[in-house]
């Protein structure tokens, strides 16, 4: 489905951030910030999928929805970036988690 390719910025973001924080935790370094949201991806993602499921094409619902699942996932992964990142923060520095 076409409207997966806004996804493309988000999913890089997310990536990037867990493995920074693997590298932060395995070499010591300071833990990232939670990454900036791809707000305009976002947008865009929705606009598409309403436009999929309001065009009436029955074979256009299940991937539409799909994205709007995989979306919640995605929230859901970076809101667990700024609780991560804390205890990473502390153990690095000796404090218990």
């Known amino acids: 489905m076409p409207c997966a390719s806004n996804f493309d910025?988000?999913?890089?973001?997310l990536r990037a951030?867990?493995?920074t924080l693997g590298?932060?935790?395995?070499?010591?370094?300071?833990?990232?910030?939670?990454?900036?949201?791809?707000?305009?991806?976002r947008r865009r993602l929705l606009d598409c999928v309403r436009e999929a499921l309001s065009s009436g094409d029955k074979t256009k619902l299940r991937p539409a929805l799909d994205l709007v699942w995989a979306s919640q996932h995605l929230d859901a992964?970076?809101?667990?970036?700024?609780?991560?990142?804390?205890h990473a923060a502390q153990v690095q520095a000796g404090v218990p988690a």
């Not at 910025?9 to 973001?13: N, S």
């Not at 590298?23 to 991806?41: F, K, L, M, Q, S």
């Open 9 to 13: 910025g988000e999913v890089h973001a």
């Open 23 to 41: 590298d932060a935790i395995v070499n010591g370094t300071t833990t990232p910030r939670p990454h900036i949201r791809d707000v305009d991806g």
């Open 77 to 86: 992964l970076w809101q667990l970036e700024e609780h991560l990142g804390r």
């Open 17 to 19: 951030w867990y493995v």
